[in-house]
């Protein structure tokens, strides 16, 4: 399956313009092209489907207009910004948040959530860190809700303050946008501002339309319209010399290219504001993803470079700091910001390498022969002399292959490159990065 973008005139499903497949064998485009959902892959979410030279029929045209329409969220973002005002003004008795629906409940609807699972007693700093309250969507094919763990959040936060940026823009970092609206609202000289843009509309019952913009970060839809567009694009434009990053954190489950698609777009929006005289510089930005989407990512943006820093996770088993030793985390920052102004926590391990230039870790040892710190996931790598680099301590030379591996492997050659790491010999399902 390859995607071959957004197309103009593309059809709409409720998360805004479907994206243009087309199915590939042997890296050829085999069959007819169709439309599909953007921000599910998985049918069960949004069945939206449309051959791309398919007659739409008006009766058709009027049904799924209709549609799209009855599965937006009940209430506007307006609407909820009124509620939550009314909702501050109750005694603390008076506050419960409904569990089922994960909506703040006026006392007037009690009454029809009666038989739902509740909280009550609402507290302010219950509400000023909504991640905590609502429960991370955790569905792996579409919200792929991970939460950073204090640690990491924190780290990310001092990081672009001690870089002296002061807005940030927050695709899909609920949590950073949280920590940052909360220390906003408890230190009067801490003077960061965030917006952030996701697809989860549940933030909207906790920010208003100039802190949360419900944004589809696979097709680049903004879901409030022109309006919401323009508060991004305002917020963009740096005032008073505020400096801005971006810092984004999508689902790992692939599209990388319709990422990039909207990152390009984002950071067009600012190189368009007036005040900035960037003069050909690019928006900065932290893109927060795995190590093994290293060759996919600097495809699309070759000026970023990836830092050895391992992000961790509260809800995801595998990317967090277990009790009992430490779990390597596989995700990573990328970055188009000089790789030696990124300090890494010496406390953690990691170590500054004059030769590189930047912060590896502890691990991560200098080749002489590659004449940089090559190893990606922390581990100590291994220079082969045969494929001329250093790879994974668990890999071995493959005569058959011609190039190192796992020693449990099939030698068939499937000619095009894996799509998570761009090697040959193996399909993505087999890609020894993911094991
Ligand atoms: N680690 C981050 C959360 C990352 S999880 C933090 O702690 O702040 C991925 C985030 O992207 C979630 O908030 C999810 O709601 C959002 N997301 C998932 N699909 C999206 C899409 N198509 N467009 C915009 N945001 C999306
Ligand atoms: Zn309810
Ligand atoms: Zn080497
Ligand atoms: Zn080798
Ligand atoms: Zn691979």
Not at 10 to 27: D, R
Request: charged share 25%.
């Amino acid at each position: 399956l390859a995607l071959l973008g957004p197309a103009p005139g593309a059809p709409c499903c409720p998360h805004g313009p479907a994206l243009l497949f087309v199915k590939t064998s042997q890296g050829k485009e085999e069959g007819r092209r169709f439309y599909a959902c953007s921000a599910c892959r998985d049918r069960k979410d949004c069945n939206f489907f449309q051959w791309e030279d398919e007659k739409v029929s008006e009766t058709r045209l009027a049904a799924r207009e209709e549609y799209n329409r009855s599965h937006q969220p009940s209430f506007t973002h307006r609407q909820n910004v009124d509620r939550y005002k009314n909702f501050v003004l109750l005694p603390s008795s008076k506050r419960r948040f409904c569990q089922e629906c994960q909506q703040l409940l006026l006392p007037a609807e009690w009454e029809k959530h009666s038989d739902h699972q509740f909280l009550c007693d609402i507290t302010t700093a219950q509400l000023k860190s909504p991640s905590q309250l609502l429960y991370p969507l955790e569905n792996k094919k579409t919200n792929a809700q991970y939460l950073f763990a204090d640690r990491s959040c924190q780290f990310l936060l001092n990081l672009l303050t001690d870089l002296g940026f002061r807005r940030v823009l927050s695709v899909g970092t609920p949590r950073l946008h949280e920590m940052i609206q909360s220390k906003a609202s408890q230190e009067e000289q801490f003077g960061v501002r965030s917006l952030l843009l996701d697809i989860d509309f549940r933030y909207s019952q906790f920010y208003t339309e100039d802190e949360f913009c419900h944004y589809n970060m696979f097709n680049h839809h903004f879901f409030g319209g022109e309006a919401a567009c323009e508060t991004c694009r305002k917020f963009l434009c740096e005032e008073n010399g505020e400096r801005v990053i971006m810092v984004t954190d999508p689902p790992f489950g692939g599209l990388v290219e319709a990422l990039a698609s909207s990152f390009k777009k984002l950071m067009a929006m600012w190189s368009e504001t007036e005040k900035g005289g960037h003069d050909n510089k690019e928006m900065p930005m932290f893109w927060i993803f795995p190590y093994f989407f290293e060759s996919r990512i600097l495809d699309f943006f070759p000026s970023f470079s990836m830092m050895d820093y391992q992000v961790d996770y509260d809800n995801h088993a595998l990317y967090k700091h277990g009790k009992t030793g430490r779990r390597q985390s596989p995700v990573r920052i990328f970055t188009n910001l000089t790789p030696s102004m990124i300090v890494l926590p010496e406390e953690e391990g990691y170590r500054f390498c004059t030769v590189c230039q930047r912060y590896v870790s502890s691990g991560n040892q200098h080749c002489e022969i590659c004449n940089s710190c090559t190893s990606k996931d922390g581990r100590r790598w291994k220079h082969c002399v045969l494929c001329k680099k250093c790879v994974k301590p668990s890999w071995f030379h493959c005569n058959n292959c011609n190039c190192c591996t796992l020693q449990k492997h099939s030698c068939e050659k499937t000619g095009v490159g894996c799509f998570v790491c761009g090697k040959a010999g193996h399909k993505r399902s087999a890609c020894p990065s993911l094991s």
